[in-house]
C-alpha cells in the first residue's frame, strides 16, 4: 500500500540507534522486523512511501510502530524555536520518528547495547533471534521472530554467550527468569508515572539509568525521557558547558535528545 507520510524518513530511523532489527538497502528501502513481523518500506519519491503489506497489517502493527499519528512537523518546529544547537539538529534529523517498540524486545536489545557499537549489537540481536527465535516463511523469505522469555530460559547461559552476549548473558537470563515468573510486568508497567516506571526497570539486575531510560523511550514511548550515553555525555560537556539542557526540554526532551545524538554521530561519522 502507497502512503503520504510528511517528516518520515525510514532510513534516517535505521541509522539513529533506536532499534537494531531495521536495516537500509539500495535504493533507501528499509526492512523492518518487530516480534514476528515484517515489512519493507520503499520510498517512491517526496513524501511517499510503499508499505509491502495488506491495509489491515498495516493498519494493526506498523502504523503505530512508526508512531505515524503524531505531528513531527510541529515537533520539528518546536525544536527550531529553541537553542541553536538543537535547531541545527533538528534540520538534520528531519524525518526522525520515535518507534512504538515492544518494551520486552527493546529491554533484551539494550541490555545487550552495552559497551558495544551499533552494527555489533545488530549483529549479535540478529545472532540471538537466528538461535532463539521462531522460524516465519520459507525459503528467501524465512526470518525469525524476537525471542520471547521462555525462549531466552531455554538457551540457558552457555547458548547466549555463543550468540556473542558476552557478560551481559547473566543479566538477559534475569530479566526473562523476572519476566517469565511475574515479577517484572511489563505490559502492567506502562501504567506507572515515569519515576516508578523508571525504578521498577532498574530494580531489574544489569539496567542501569541508561538502559532504563532507553526503554521508557522507545519502549514505553515516554518522550520527555532523555537518555545519557556516551555520545550525549560529549554534547553536555563540548556544547553546553557540562548542564544538561534536557530537564528545559520539557515532554519531547526524548525525541531532542535523538536529534542531538544523531546529530553528534553524523558529524563524527
Known sequence: MDLTIPCFDPALIARSGQC???????????TALAGADRVRVTPLGG???RFDCPPEDFERRWRAYFDLDTDYEAIQREAAGQDELLAHAACICRGLRILRQDPWETLICFLISQRKSIPAIQTCVEALCTRCGAKVGRGRGRYFAFPGPEDLLRAGERGLRACGTGYRAPYLLYAARRVADGQADLDAMAALPDDELLEQLEAIHGVGVKVASCVMLFGYHRLASAPVDVWIRRVIDEDYGGRSPFPAYGEHAGIFQQYLFYGRIAQKG
Open 20 to 30: 537494531f532489527r531495521m536495516r537500509e538497502g539500495k535504493g533507501g528501502i528499509v
Open 47 to 49: 513524501d511517499r512511501f
